[in-house]
């Protein structure tokens, strides 16, 4: 898959009170590069906890500290990250804005 936004990635991990996720999100971008998913159900075969939110996807990220929300387009092989955040900032989210 091709990943859009590793840039959103980094700034997440660079915030303050942050650094403690950088290596899960690296290890997130590796996984999701090599894949080659066609459908939601492959997703959710390699990440079980990832949730379909509308036509988002919901992955929880360094044992369910964080949230990452993407829009996966699988005729494309592409991963766009639209948000990577706390649970807290993530409950303040509207999932169809981002």
């Known amino acids: ?10 700034e997440h991990w660079e915030r303050p009170g942050c650094g403690d ?3 899960p999100l690296k290890a997130w971008y590796a996984i999701v590069r090599e ?6 159900a492959d997703v959710k075969a390699q990440f079980g906890s990832a949730s379909a939110v509308g036509d988002r996807v919901v ?13 996966i387009n699988c005729a494309f ?13 993530y409950d303040e989210l509207s999932i169809e804005d981002v």
């Open 1 to 10: 898959m091709r990943v859009i936004a590793l840039k959103r990635l980094r």
């Open 35 to 40: 894949a080659s998913w066609r459908h939601f």
């Open 77 to 89: 092989y592409t991963v766009y990250v639209r948000f990577v955040g706390t649970h807290a900032e």
């Open 21 to 23: 996720s950088e290596q």
């Open 59 to 71: 992955f929880n990220v360094a044992g369910n500290k964080y949230r990452l929300v993407a829009y």
